[in-house]
């Protein structure tokens, strides 16, 4: 029931990425434009009646080719000609996708919550929630689940990536910083605890004027996956201590 | 901001099919055994409190290629073991992927309410719940809010996939019936309003025992869609009027 097959691949990348290093020897550092395909309104509303209205947007001209999409929340438009008039940059979070997580709550990690607080301080400020199709930190949801069946034997999230001949983090926010351009967005406050996100950004021509930290969502299930994040990649990310 | 070009397609597939009678001339009826890749156990909680207990499962050799999971709700191998000794079919839901609906919590469809219900009721009597990646009843993520724009501007939910070039349902169940029976669920009780699922299932081999309906999930932004079910597909939804 649980075999794992560590040579298999779940997508069409020759070789693992990993960090801004990667990205600006594998693809070059200014994308090319895309522009927005369709955008439509929708009402949203989640299951603890927290309601709020996005403009969702689909692009043509994304590098990778995978469905991405930038959500406008709250005043976002308002946001970004305050941003263009010299004002403060609008509040962005890229959020790469964890079916697990996003659909279904899954307490081994912390991106259910991470989404949910994300839309809601967006919404407050103005601003833009990224969704990224790159699940899995870019492995795919198959090769995440087998990642996970390793955890379960005593791997770390990273290791268990790796021993599945992953790179330990594949995303890459190239198309990102396409959509970001693409609405105008070309200076941003960042929420994320990730520094690499940052990072990759400033190297894809999007202007980061701040990081703004998530909260701290752990549980009994993550606990051991936040730290890994803190431990090994730097995430900012104030864990209780672990006696 | 929002063009449309009807003859794009987002993914490979040749020739838009509805219903079981294009399942029938599409594939066969038959489709090869899958088995079990991965399995591992997640604890699940939904921004609403509720948490239940999924043991999410992968495989190996579905037909289409597609990252599907199968999860076992409350004590899914009981009433699996339940029903091989002549008892009572487990409940299953065969979703399929509503990013907007699931992740989002939009209003413009019922997905996420009905998912919600889905995962509660199911892990209460024990069965499966089937994460289908066939997102906008097949025609993708990208085509289907290039449907809602043309549904801003008066078509409905059918019609405007049928104007993308896309069958008005491109949903095949072969992957749904190979996990089911890949699990040893070769006969089920079959939680949904939707009749075409359970005749498509019959079809490929997973005998449906009885239909049970979800509840009705009616906003403001979704009663539109709601009642083309009903009237177009025979969905049994009990709508309240609309005057």
């Not at 990993?18 to 955008?39: F, I, Q, W, Y």
């Not at 929630?129 to 492995?139: D, F, H, P």
């Not at 752990?218 to 051991?224: I, P, S």
Request: aromatic content about 4%.
């Amino acid at each position: 029931m649980t075999a794992i097959c560590p040579s298999r691949r779940d997508d069409a990348r020759a070789t693992p990425v990993t960090g801004p290093a990667a990205a600006s020897s594998d693809r070059p550092l200014d994308p090319p434009a895309a522009e927005v395909r369709t955008a439509v309104t929708v009402p949203l509303r989640f299951p603890d009646g927290y309601a709020a209205t996005g403009r969702v947007m689909t692009f043509d001209g994304l590098v990778d080719g995978r469905e991405h999409l930038a959500i406008g929340l709250g005043d976002w438009e308002g946001a970004l000609a305050r941003a263009a008039a010299g004002g403060e940059a609008p509040l962005v979070r890229p959020h790469s996708e964890c079916l697990t997580g996003d659909v279904l709550g899954s307490e081994r990690c912390d991106c259910g919550p991470q989404l949910r607080e994300a839309v809601e301080r967006i919404a407050e400020t103005g601003g833009l929630l990224l969704y990224l199709r790159q699940e899995g930190r870019g492995i795919g949801l198959y090769a995440k689940l087998d990642a996970y069946a390793l955890q379960d034997a005593g791997l770390d999230t990273y290791e268990a990536n790796v021993a599945l001949g992953h790179g330990e983090d594949e995303r890459d926010y190239a198309p990102a910083s396409q959509m970001l351009r693409a609405v105008g967005a070309d200076r941003i406050r960042l929420l994320s605890n990730n520094p690499d996100k940052g990072a990759q950004l400033e190297l894809l021509g999007v202007a980061v004027d701040e990081r703004v930290p998530t909260g701290v969502h752990v549980t009994d299930a993550n606990a051991r996956y936040l730290a890994a994040k803190v431990e090994h990649t730097d995430h900012t990310i104030a864990l209780p201590d672990r006696a």
